[in-house]
């Protein structure tokens, strides 16, 4: 019997039609980790980027550190080792508070790549981000781009970029705090996205 690849609109679909259009579309979930009431400075994920697809949306919300003011920065890792380079990543944000003020940041030469979240207050849970892999499990350069937001008395929004600028390939990553402290809440969920 032959794959049906299109369907009409307002066309009754069989299983195998149905089990197909799931196969050909979406994000397929790899792994969920939460940390609740923790004391922890980082996460490490390993071997969740492979061959399989070829880019990835990381989901990250409920994050709170044990002070304030600190955010998390990301660094790539193969074989359970953090990609450390002092200036292979490249950093840039755009953002802004419900008020209109700004809150921009660049940077480059850091040892580590930032989601562009933050946190200004040690009681806000309201802190959220999406992160999009571009060709982490790959041997060409990483891009990475993400959206996050806080409210903590305003709301904060940035997006930016990341680049990796090295042809490795990685098989995960690390969250790690922008500085000293410890991460007391985070759940982090990662998908792949179907090749087809």
């Known amino acids: 019997m032959a794959v049906k ?15 197909t259009y799931l196969t050909n579309g979406g994000l ?8 609740g009431a923790g004391a922890t400075t980082s996460i490490s994920f390993n071997n969740v980027f492979t061959s399989t697809f070829d880019n990835y ?3 990250i919300d409920n994050f ?19 990609a450390f380079g002092a200036t292979d990543y490249k950093n840039a944000f755009l953002g802004l508070t419900d008020t209109g003020a700004a809150s921009n940041f660049t940077s480059a ?5 930032s989601t562009g979240m933050f946190n200004s207050s040690t ?6 981000a999406t992160m999009i892999f571009f060709n ?27 680049l990796h600028d090295l042809t490795t390939a990685y098989d995960g ?13 985070l759940r982090v969920r990662i998908y792949g996205y179907r090749q087809a």
């Open 136 to 162: 982490p499990a790959r041997t060409v350069r990483t891009n990475i781009q993400s959206h996050a937001q806080l409210f903590a008395g305003q709301l904060f929004h940035r997006t930016g970029s990341v």
């Open 173 to 185: 990553f690390t969250l790690l705090l922008s500085g000293a402290g410890n991460i007391t809440t």
């Open 28 to 35: 397929v979930y790899i792994a969920e980790t939460i940390i």
């Open 123 to 128: 009681t806000v849970v309201h802190s959220s």
């Open 109 to 113: 030469g850091q040892d580590n790549g």
């Open 64 to 82: 709170t550190p044990s002070i304030g003011n600190l955010g998390l920065n990301f660094r790539l890792r193969v074989g359970g080792v953090d």
């Open 57 to 59: 949306q990381v989901l």
């Open 5 to 19: 690849s299109n369907f009409a609109s307002g066309e009754v679909l069989t299983a195998s039609d149905v089990n």
